[in-house]
Nanobody, 123 residues
Framework: QVQLVESGGGSVQTGGSLRISCAFS????????MAWFRQSIEKEREGVAVVDGDGRTHYADSVKGRFTISKDHVKNTLYLQMNNLKVEDTAMYYC?????????????????WGQGTQVTVSS
């Protein structure tokens, strides 16, 4: 079992930055991928960024060059640094973990989910 608790969401203006965090505990190992997903009222849940057990990262095209995912092994915390935020980034952001994930940004690959943290970007 992997437990995930997000924090750090909030409101920011267009062009601003925000960092959200996900404290994790439990059965993670070298085959565990950890990811950020988001869901807005208008869209289905979509994968945003993932870091696999080897530290390789993958991003959705919509956030490449603006978002950075990272993982602190000492603090057992996953981060998503979001820069140059746009109104369309407004969503509930979820932390997720999955073992031996093949399709990195596919929701069904992930078994464990946090409760979400809201990010709101206003113009």
């Amino acid at each position: 079992q992997v437990q995930l608790v997000e924090s750090g969401g909030g409101s920011v203006q267009t062009g601003g930055s925000l960092r959200i965090s996900c404290a994790f505990s439990g059965g993670t190992h070298s085959g565990t991928s950890m990811a950020w997903f988001r869901q807005s009222i208008e869209k289905e849940r979509e994968g945003v960024a993932v870091v696999d057990g080897d530290g390789r990262t993958h991003y959705a095209d919509s956030v490449k060059g603006r978002f950075t995912i990272s993982k602190d092994h000492v603090k057992n915390t996953l981060y998503l640094q979001m820069n140059n935020l746009k109104v369309e980034d407004t969503a509930m952001y979820y932390c997720a973990a999955g073992h031996w994930v093949a399709d990195k940004l596919r929701e069904l690959e992930y078994t464990y989910w946090g409760q979400g943290t809201q990010v709101t970007v206003s113009s």
